[in-house]
């Protein structure tokens, strides 16, 4: 019996990962809000040395699924492969969403987070999920983007002749 749970259970991750798609996402995030995000992201990185990605996904891919894998996994892998951890001073800040299982994930580099714990970074996922539940996808991604800015701003604050080189695409990745 436990194996047929297990196999409903798994199917029924398939379809919810099937089911929402693209269109989801710009439902959640029309093109002119990932527009301004992209902005906030930009004019945050003006006061610090950090780099900030902003992904948004609508279901997990098939190889994920199969292997029950969660949405954290999912969220270190695009931190890699977006190359927020490729930064100079290695305080680059992945924000990731997964609409299918309404996960949000906050991975940050090891400079970064050897300076905020992990309660911290727990209590903005929960801040932005609140947000989310009401369908305000823009004012929480926006809320963390602020909250991250000052993050940033406190451990890695550029200096008044500083510039911050951009090293990573300040507009939103949608897969």
């Known amino acids: 019996m436990a194996s047929d749970a297990t196999l409903f259970s798994k199917l029924g991750r398939i379809w919810r990962h099937r089911w929402i798609d693209e269109a989801a996402v710009r439902h959640a995030l029309p093109a002119d809000a990932l527009q ?3 902005g906030r992201v930009a004019a945050s990185e003006r006061r610090h040395s950090g ?3 902003l ?8 190889s994920y699924l199969w292997r029950h894998a969660p949405a ?13 951890w490729d930064t100079a001073h290695n305080n680059g800040v992945l924000i990731y969403l997964l609409l299918a299982e309404h996960a949000i994930e906050i991975v940050a580099d090891r400079g970064i987070h050897a300076r905020v714990g992990e309660a911290e970074w727990a209590a903005m996922t ?3 999920g609140a947000a989310f539940r ?3 996808f823009e004012d ?3 809320q963390a983007l602020e909250e991250i800015s000052a993050l940033l701003v406190e451990h890695f604050p550029l200096g008044e002749n ?3 080189v951009n090293e990573l695409p300040d507009e939103p990745v949608v897969l």
């Open 36 to 38: 301004r995000l992209g």
């Open 51 to 53: 780099e900030i990605r």
């Open 55 to 62: 992904c948004i996904e609508a279901g997990l891919p098939m």
């Open 72 to 84: 954290r996994e999912r969220a270190v892998m695009l931190f890699g492969k977006l190359r927020v």
């Open 126 to 128: 929960q801040r932005m």
């Open 134 to 136: 009401e369908g305000r």
């Open 140 to 142: 929480g991604l926006t």
């Open 162 to 164: 500083d510039v911050n």
